[in-house]
């Protein structure tokens, strides 16, 4: 099957600084990837949508100057916490569709996430 | 995209099956329902779609009525590795998946 990975699977930092995550599909080209978020013993809540080479769509109530989203190629998405507080402390999850041959749907493929706590 | 309602937890025992019932009363024509597998600190793995009827693949099978409200992931003889918990999604295939709190199963020696 399709693999998605990400980079890095967990990180620290000092509250105020920048922490960017990778996205990428290893063995197939995405040209959506989509970004969650999750809580501990919660559901993932959908961030953003990642479009390659346009400007990422995000939904209600979540701070695009906070979470910056990058698609620039078909493997390849990122997301930048920027000025990263304590309450960003979570679970970053990104997944990929892709029709893939012998499948008659777009199954979407999940990232094995990251962990991102902010001192 | 529908909103779905599922069990909060479940419990069983190794060997048994397990039904868990989704409700999504506002599927629309075009979704495909979905159900999805997460362990701890471990991103969804995709288990079964299917649109209408049943659906069975190495791993599960999905059954869903013809008014399409509600939907059952059926896992046959779970063992202690299936504890986890459940996602049931309305998906159209447009990407954007939206999830509900999902059933958490816990399979018991």
């Known amino acids: 099957g399709a693999v998605v990975s990400q980079h890095p699977s967990r990180v620290i930092c000092k509250s105020g600084t920048s922490v960017k995550i990778e996205c990428r599909s290893l063995?197939?080209?995405?040209?959506?990837m989509f970004w969650y978020r999750q809580f501990p013993k919660k559901s993932l809540m959908l961030m953003a949508t990642s479009n390659e080479g346009s400007k990422a769509t995000y939904e209600q109530g979540v701070e695009k100057d906070k979470f910056l989203i990058n698609h620039a190629s078909l493997t390849l998405s990122t997301l930048t916490v920027t000025s990263a507080h304590p309450e960003d402390s979570s679970f970053y999850i990104c997944s990929a569709s892709a029709g893939l041959a012998g499948h008659s749907y777009n199954e979407q493929f999940f990232g094995p996430g990251t962990r991102l706590t902010v001192l | 995209l529908a909103k779905t309602t599922q069990p909060i937890s479940m419990d069983s025992y190794e060997g048994q099956e397990v039904n868990i019932t989704c409700s999504h009363n506002?599927?629309?024509?075009?979704?495909?329902i979905t159900w999805y597998q997460q362990f701890p600190s471990q991103g969804p793995r995709f288990i079964i779609q299917g649109y209408k009827t049943k659906v069975t693949n190495e791993v599960a099978s999905l059954f869903i009525p013809a008014d399409r409200k509600s939907s059952t992931l059926s896992l046959p003889r779970v063992s202690l590795s299936d504890t986890a918990v459940y996602y049931c999604?309305?998906?159209?295939?447009?990407?954007?998946?939206?999830f509900g709190q999902g059933t958490e199963l816990s399979v018991k020696p």
């Open positions: 999604l309305g998906d159209n295939q447009g990407g954007k998946l939206i």
């Open positions: 506002n599927i629309a024509t075009n979704d495909y």
């Open positions: 063995d197939f080209q995405a040209t959506t």
